[in-house]
């Protein structure tokens, strides 16, 4: 289970703004727990849905699954860099842009397609090109 308040502190940490002993300051908390909830929003609304819940306070468990995390930490360090004067390596825009293909492919929802049996098959698509059959079994 992992906390905002260690998804901040490993974001600021990839940007080398954060100390790995230095205490993130409350209003710093703040600002990236902010950050943090309308970067997750704005992924709902362009359709990739993590089942991420709002963060509160530092203590608030992160709901989106495993995989998502490093895409999380490495997308928000990238996000805040300017906030807090951070240096945006490419090993972090790699890490960021590899995050977000599995936070896609993650959120994303597979729904299953069933064809009418009324479905024309169109011509050329039996052997026996004297079958004037050319809809599916079961149709009236």
Do not use: C, H, W
């Amino acid at each position: 289970m992992t906390t905002a308040a260690q998804v901040a502190k490993a974001a600021l940490q990839r940007i080398l703004v954060q100390g790995s002993e230095a205490p993130l300051e409350a209003d710093e908390y703040a600002d990236f727990i902010f950050d943090m909830n309308n970067f997750m929003a704005s992924l709902k609304a362009r359709g990739t849905d993590l089942g991420y819940t709002d963060v509160t306070n530092v203590g608030d468990t992160i709901t989106i699954d495993a995989g998502a995390i490093d895409g999380l930490v490495a997308n928000m360090a990238i996000r805040v860099a300017p906030d807090y004067g951070g240096e945006i390596s490419q090993g972090l825009v790699v890490a960021a842009k590899d995050g977000m293909n599995a936070m896609r492919r993650l959120g994303r929802t597979i729904v299953a397609v069933e064809y009418p049996d009324t479905l024309p098959r169109g011509g050329g698509n039996d052997i026996d090109a004297s079958t004037l059959d050319r809809f599916y079994d079961g149709a009236d």
